[in-house]
């Protein structure tokens, strides 16, 4: 079985004021370049990067990765972001399905806790249950992303409008899934502002203090 992800990093980041993805929580360490990082310790068949035609795609260095890390991903150009991230997520699919994917991981850039453990546990879940539509995260009442979706749902993800995203199909009676409940809702902070930002780094460096 071959499961693809997505990583959502073309939008228009209105609410910030700025790009967001460059932004960082910690000095060298950007919002953007967190999750993708994860998400090349969990054994995919292909990573596929969906940004805006124009960007610079600086956020894609970290510094703790020390080498350049661009090429490890196919990046594919939304032409049509401003649309919605319906089309973020189209053309992501499109460019997993031409690479011959089963199934497909939907990531956001913005969320920058999302752990390598968590998403495995997504990924193992879906491989013991390949059946199912969809295996999504879950967190007190709230489901959402990431998210594996099967090749059972691509019909349908290829018919999303707008800003719908996947929500509309995980909410629908119409598909049957499996949710992976998180108990640390911080895990999936979406850095939309910046008071979420400010949130983002205070706790970034909460949790490695700790590690220290």
Not at 10 to 23: C, D, I, T, V, Y
């Amino acid at each position: 079985m071959k499961i693809g992800a997505v990583y959502l990093a073309a939008g228009s980041s209105k609410r910030m004021g700025e790009a967001k993805l460059p932004l960082e929580l910690a000095p060298g360490i950007t919002v953007g370049s967190r999750a993708l990082l994860e998400l090349r310790h969990c054994g995919l068949h292909r990573i596929v990067v969906v940004v805006r035609p124009d960007d610079p795609m600086l956020w894609l260095y970290d510094r703790k990765e020390r080498h350049g890390v661009l090429p490890k991903y196919r990046i594919v150009p939304c032409r049509d972001a401003n649309d919605g991230m319906s089309r973020s997520i189209q053309r992501g699919l499109l460019a997993t399905m031409a690479d011959g994917s089963d199934a497909v991981l939907i990531a956001h850039a913005d969320q920058p806790f999302v752990s390598a453990s968590l998403l495995r546990r997504l990924i193992a879940v879906y491989r013991e249950n390949p059946s199912v539509d969809y295996v999504a995260c879950g967190y007190g009442g709230t489901v959402g992303l990431p998210v594996i979706f099967g090749s059972s749902m691509f019909p349908a993800l290829r018919e999303l409008q707008g800003d719908s995203g996947v929500m509309r199909l995980l909410q629908s009676s119409d598909s049957r899934g499996k949710v992976i409940r998180h108990a640390a809702e911080w895990s999936f902070i979406d850095i939309d502002t910046k008071e979420q930002l400010e949130k983002a780094r205070l706790i970034w460096s909460t949790l490695h203090l700790k590690a220290k």
